[in-house]
């Protein structure tokens, strides 16, 4: 997609924090790394003597500043400035005004983007600020802005929105309580200036902590009670009040007043009663022996994601233009080649698509890469491309082969070293092993096998969040991953909701021809495609077997054997055996048990080599079998349930299952044949 086409039809403002200007002007497609910010409007100490537990606006503004620089620092230098940090902020009084100035004074720096999610809309929300000036001043600063829509209770009420009193502080606090939800949501890292006590409001800042850390309620919206969609880490910067005269004594009598103290969360720390406040004898708190410190958290939790989403977004700016010239195709295979996808697509449509085809190549390109390390390959004029050279495994069994070949050589004199014959076969031994050590140096340097599946899986759930917008579906993909996934998945789910949360919500429609075409165009394309697919390639395993016979292990295995039967050191010791002892029965036993057990751990270490990739070539073939059964089946459901106004969100539903079978399914096999972070105990 051309740099007119995109200005065309993608909004400024989301063009630039979704897409990265390249060096000759290409718009490159980014995900962008998502922080939200909550905490206490007023109430702050002034850090006064008759105040000491105060810090005042400008230590927690300095301090938040600190924080934000050094996340933001670390994702300039994994994304190579690829892509910008976002700061979702409600604008409210207090926490979220300070931490927007914070970030407006990084922005030029380190490229940290504000959005501003307002809770009501501007005119409204306008009249519960105080400091209106200020708010004003920062919304006409902020990157991009949008209110969030009515809650369904309180559609029809806007009047009493705009009475702020008492009496409507419940039809206000559903608002809030859906701003705590996206905030949630849609973040990976919530900052939080909190005193650490949920004060139980609906809507305030220890809700959106508790959301954070436990998930939202959408799940139990979708009875899907056991599925976490939002949890996360929350960096608390310890912000008392002046109005917590009830506590019989300070939150910590340790804490040092020229710094704030910054304190890291994840799920497992627990809460428990304040056992110090005389008012509220209830009262919940954050336990205190289950703090971390800041620095363990951003090297377990923070530092991982940032580092497999930045990695994406450098791979994306560098190889953007070799992946360009394949976009139209991948397109086309996207669509199944119906005619006008277009005509089916809206501005957000358009962004993930553009993002779906740079993950989506990406995982093709190191894919390729990862299995061309060390092969040639020969243009057959009727077959295409055919391999000659298989890589790792035919350097291998070369290496083995001329080992073997020494072997057999060292059993004449020591003057056949003499030989040329000899001596070029020595430096053709030590090449091949040079050339495994290279193709090992360089997959494992490069880890082409991991971002092959990183981007493999970022791909899959953008295509299924693609068609969920046509279909009409506003959930996020990043919902419907499962529980046993939620640590391993982390940087994924983070990397798509980043991007999902900036696009604008699909206009709500009643059933028309309109809304007919887009869903029957998702079940042509997406149920019909994916099944015709996984039956193509199931039927082209069962034809061509499951590997090539010189990848087979019993072939590598054969060859080591000439290694260790015929080895120059194995080749003299059974020399000096037979000059000592004279008994020829005896050497052939002695060769027959210990090259038996020699076989055997070469068998061994030659299956361990190889298991990874047999691994993964098992797994993708059940892959294809196991889909097959959800796709076929959604398939005949809406065969015999023809669409119409009344089964219109029976189809929908139909897609948002399939998508979560599919989401479930790539994220259980990313799981399967990716790696696993090894992770110092919680």
């Not at 051309?2 to 039809?9: A, P, R, V």
């Not at 200007?21 to 995900?31: A, D, L, Q």
Request: hydrophobic fraction near 40%; charged fraction near 25%.
């Amino acid at each position: 997609m051309n740099s007119e086409d995109i200005e065309k039809t993608i909004p400024e403002e989301i063009r630039t924090l979704c897409y990265y200007r390249g060096p000759n002007g290409e718009e490159i497609p980014v995900f962008p790394y998502v922080i939200a910010v909550t905490g206490h409007r007023h109430g702050f100490g002034s850090g006064s003597s008759s105040s000491p537990r105060g810090f005042g606006e400008e230590r927690l503004k300095d301090a938040f500043k600190r924080q934000l620089a050094g996340i933001a620092q670390k994702w300039r230098e994994t994304s190579k400035g690829a892509a910008p940090i976002v700061l979702l902020t409600g604008l409210a009084d207090g926490a979220d005004q300070i931490a927007s100035e914070a970030a407006l004074e990084l922005d030029e720096r380190l490229n940290v983007k504000v959005v501003a999610v307002l809770p009501m809309e501007r005119d409204i929300f306008r009249l519960t600020v105080e400091n209106q000036a200020r708010f004003d001043r920062l919304l006409a600063r902020a990157h991009y802005s949008f209110a969030l829509p009515l809650d369904p209770q309180n559609v029809g009420r806007e009047a009493e929105l705009r009475r702020v009193v008492p009496e409507t502080e419940e039809t206000r606090q559903r608002q809030y309580v859906q701003l705590a939800d996206f905030l949630a949501l849609h973040s990976h890292v919530l900052f939080a200036f909190w005193d650490g006590i949920d004060n139980q409001d609906r809507g305030g800042t220890a809700c959106v902590v508790r959301l954070k850390l436990q998930g939202t309620d959408e799940s139990e919206e979708r009875a899907d009670f056991l599925t976490y969609s939002s949890v996360g880490p929350v960096v608390q910067l310890l912000t008392p009040r002046d109005n917590e005269a009830d506590r019989a004594e300070p939150i910590d009598s340790n804490l040092k007043f020229d710094e704030v103290p910054v304190f890291f969360w994840s799920r497992e720390n627990l809460w428990m009663t304040d056992e110090k406040s005389r008012a509220f004898p209830n009262r919940q708190i954050m336990t205190e022996a289950r703090r971390l410190t800041t620095p363990a958290a951003q090297q377990r939790a923070i530092k991982s994601v940032l580092e497999k989403m930045g990695q994406l977004n450098a791979d994306a700016a560098e190889h953007y233009a070799e992946l360009e010239p394949k976009f139209a195709q991948a397109e086309t295979y996207l669509w199944e080649n119906k005619a006008n996808p277009e005509a089916n697509l809206d501005v957000g449509s358009r962004v993930l698509v553009d993002h779906y085809l740079v993950a989506d190549q990406l995982a093709l390109l190191f894919q390729e890469r990862g299995q061309n390390i060390g092969r040639r390959r020969s243009r057959d004029g009727k077959k295409g491309e055919k391999d000659k050279v298989n890589g790792y495994p035919f350097w291998v069994a070369l290496l083995c082969f001329l080992g073997g070949i020494l072997g057999l050589l060292g059993e004449f004199e020591q003057e056949s070293w003499h030989d040329p014959l000899e001596w070029g076969t020595l430096g053709a031994y030590w090449f091949a092993a040079a050339v495994i050590f290279v193709i090992y140096s360089c997959a494992s340097k490069k880890k082409l096998h991991y971002r092959h599946f990183r981007s493999r899986a970022v791909a899959e759930a953008l295509r299924v969040q693609i068609f969920w917008r046509i279909a009409g579906i506003s959930d996020c993909v990043s919902c419907y991953y499962r529980s046993h996934q939620i640590d391993d998945s982390e940087w994924l789910r983070a990397t798509v909701n980043g991007l999902a949360m900036l696009l604008p919500a699909p206009e709500p429609s009643g059933f028309d021809a309109k809304t007919a075409e887009r869903l029957t165009f998702v079940r042509d394309v997406w149920a019909y495609g994916q099944l015709a697919y996984y039956e193509k390639r199931i039927a082209e395993r069962r034809k061509s077997g499951e590997l090539n016979w010189w990848e087979r292990p019993w072939f590598a295995i054969l060859l080591y054997f000439l290694v260790i039967g015929a080895g120059p050191l194995q080749s003299r010791w059974f020399a000096c055996v037979y000059e000592r002892s004279g008994n020829d029965l005896l050497v052939l036993l002695g060769i027959a048990s210990i090259g038996g057990l020699e076989a055997l751990a070469a068998s061994f270490f030659v299956y361990q080599a190889m298991k990874k990739q047999l691994l993964c070539h098992k797994l993708e073939s059940d892959r294809y079998e196991r889909m097959i059964l959800p796709y076929d089946r959604a398939v005949l459901l809406t065969k015999k349930k023809p669409l119409s106004a009344e089964s219109e969100e029976y189809w929908r539903q139909i897609f948002r299952q399939l998508g979560a079978e599919a989401i479930t399914e790539n994220a259980d096999w990313l799981l399967t044949v990716g790696e696993r972070e090894l992770l110092l105990p919680r």
